[in-house]
């Protein structure tokens, strides 16, 4: 896992603060010329970025259980023991990747338009509509936010751009007055362009990898 280079972090951080600035006095959303994704009639897009992915859900594991055993009441004894130790071993392997978890699915060119999120995940696009979204967990400091859907696994996306991201589509679901209000946005004081002023959370790694992998 490697680190996102402190001017992506820094850079990133100061356009969400001065989004967040702008849209809160009232401003409307930025918006940017069409592209070969194609869009719904009367659809924006806003923003197109990379950023990484994950989903929680849990997985179907299965393990294999051996018995060895071999040789005289010694030898037989310590096969059984080895194969006991296996066997254990296997299962707790087994359980670890089937709990609940986020997992990685890589990072993935990111689509907000007005209406919803897509993104070309492994070889496809994917969509997220903005009406099946029931919840936003904005964690800006931490250059990530959660998506809770209805009847679908979470969504987690993070990276330099994921403040920026995070604002905007706060924006466009709950409107500016939550910009202004909510505790987890308050500490985007926009910065001046000198300092780029990053918040506490400075540092933070992601996954940094090629878009579309796993």
């Known amino acids: 896992m490697n680190s996102w280079s402190q001017d992506d972090l820094a850079n990133g951080w100061w356009h969400a603060c ?11 959303m930025p918006r940017l010329p069409p592209t070969t994704v194609r869009l719904f009639p009367g659809e924006v897009l806003h923003a197109d970025l990379p950023l990484n992915h994950e ?3 849990g997985m179907d594991v299965s393990y294999t259980h051996s018995t060895v055993a071999f040789g005289g009441p010694a ?23 089937a709990a609940v978890q986020w997992r990685f699915h890589g990072v993935n060119q990111t689509i907000l338009t007005n209406h919803r999120i897509l993104a070309f995940a ?4 994917v969509t997220w509509d903005h009406r099946a979204i029931m919840e936003l967990w904005p964690a800006p400091q931490e250059f990530t936010f959660t998506l809770l859907f209805n009847g679908i696994e979470p969504l987690r996306l993070s990276g330099p751009g994921a403040p ?10 709950y409107g500016s007055a939550f910009l202004a209000e ?3 946005f308050q500490c985007m004081s926009a910065p001046s362009r000198s300092t780029r002023s ?5 540092g933070i790694t992601e996954h940094g990898r090629e878009r579309g992998t796993t």
């Open 55 to 57: 989903v929680m859900y």
């Open 122 to 125: 492994g070889d496809r696009w």
């Open 18 to 28: 001065e989004l967040r600035r702008s849209l809160v006095a009232g401003n409307p």
């Open 198 to 202: 990053m918040p506490s959370s400075e």
């Open 164 to 173: 920026w991201f995070g604002v905007a589509l706060a924006h466009i679901l």
């Open 182 to 184: 909510r505790p987890e």
């Open 75 to 97: 030898l037989f004894a310590a096969g059984l023991l080895v194969s006991a130790v296996g066997n254990a071993h296997r299962k707790h392997q087994a359980e670890r990747m």
